[in-house]
C-alpha cells in the first residue's frame, strides 16, 4: 500500500477509533453493573433510535416527539423495579407497537416502533436472564462483525456486496467479519463456560448483523442522508452504531429464551 493512499483508504479512522473505544467502555461498564445503569442506557438508546427512525421516514416534529416519548414510556415497562424480562413480555411490546402505529396513523413508526422495542426488550432480557457473559458475547460478535468487515474492505475491497444498498460494502467485508466474530467466539469458549454451540452461530450471526447494516443503509438511501443522525463522531446516530446489534439481539434472545443457549 502506497502512503498517498492510506489517508483516503481510512478516512476518520481514528475519530472512528476513539469514539468507539469510548462508546465500547460506556457499554461494557453498564453491562458489568447491570439493572438501572444497563437499563437507562438501553433506555436512552432506545429513544435516540427512535427519534432517528422517525427522521428517515420523514415524519413532522409532533410525531417524533410522541414516538419517542412513547418509546421511552414502553422501556419503562421493563425497569429493575418491575419483574425480570420474560416471554410474556414480548406480546405486550407487539400489541404497544401496534397500537402506536395504529394512533400515530403511520405503519412506517409502528414498524420501527416494533423492531427497535422488540430489540432493547431482548437485549435487557438476555441481561437478566442470560447474564453478564452470554450479553456480552451477543454485543462482542457483533462488534467483531463491524471490525472484520471494515478492515477486510478496505484492504482487500474487491465485489460489492450490495451496490445499489451501500456501495462500500464489499463480500471480503462480509467474510473479514464472519472470520473475526468466529475468533471472538472461540476465544470465549476457551474463557468462559459458554457452550461451543456459539462457534456454530458465529458466522450466522455475523451475515445478520450485516443484514441489519444493510437494512439501515437502505432507510437512509431512501431519506437521502449519509447517517441517521451526528451524535457519535464518525459514526454517525444511534441507529449507525447500532444497527447490527438489533436482530442479533433478538435472534440471541430467541435461542436463549427456548434453551438452546441458557438451560
Known amino acids: 500500500m502506497t502512503e498517498p493512499a492510506a489517508p483516503g483508504r481510512f478516512r476518520n479512522l481514528w475519530t472512528r477509533a476513539i469514539t468507539g473505544i469510548v462508546l465500547v467502555v460506556v457499554a461494557t461498564g453498564a ?5 438501572w445503569s444497563f437499563f437507562l442506557l438501553v433506555t436512552l438508546l432506545a429513544g435516540a433510535m427512535m427519534y432517528e427512525w422517525c427522521g428517515l421516514m420523514k415524519e413532522p416534529g409532533r410525531k417524533k416527539l410522541t414516538a419517542t416519548v412513547l418509546m421511552v414510556g414502553l422501556m419503562m415497562l421493563f425497569s429493575p423495579t418491575y419483574a425480570p424480562v420474560d416471554q410474556s413480555d414480548v406480546l405486550a411490546t407487539a400489541i404497544i407497537a401496534a397500537t402506536v402505529g395504529l394512533g400515530l396513523w403511520s405503519i412506517r413508526l409502528g414498524i420501527g416502533y416494533l423492531y427497535i422495542s422488540f430489540a432493547c426488550v431482548a437485549i435487557i432480557f438476555l441481561r437478566e436472564q442470560g447474564g453478564l457473559i452470554l450479553t456480552l458475547w451477543t454485543l462482542a460478535v457483533v462488534w467483531g462483525t463491524d471490525m472484520g468487515a471494515y478492515f477486510a474492505g478496505k484492504m482487500i475491497g474487491g465485489p460489492k456486496l450490495a451496490p445499489r444498498v451501500s456501495p462500500n460494502k464489499t463480500w471480503a467485508g462480509l467474510i473479514g467479519g464472519i472470520a ?69 439481539a433478538i ?12 438451560s
Open 180 to 248: 473475526i466474530a468466529t475468533i471472538v467466539s472461540l476465544v470465549f469458549v476457551q474463557t468462559t463456560e459458554l457452550s461451543p454451540v456459539i462457534i456454530a452461530l458465529a458466522p450466522a450471526l455475523a451475515v445478520l448483523a450485516q443484514l441489519g447494516d444493510l437494512l439501515e443503509s437502505w432507510l437512509k438511501r431512501k431519506a437521502d442522508v449519509k447517517d441517521s443522525s451526528n451524535i457519535f463522531p464518525g459514526h454517525g446516530g444511534a441507529l449507525d452504531r447500532l444497527d447490527g446489534i438489533l436482530p442479533v
Open 251 to 262: 435472534c440471541v434472545a430467541g435461542l436463549t429464551a427456548t434453551g438452546w443457549l441458557v
Open 31 to 35: 453491562l458489568w453493573f447491570g439493572e
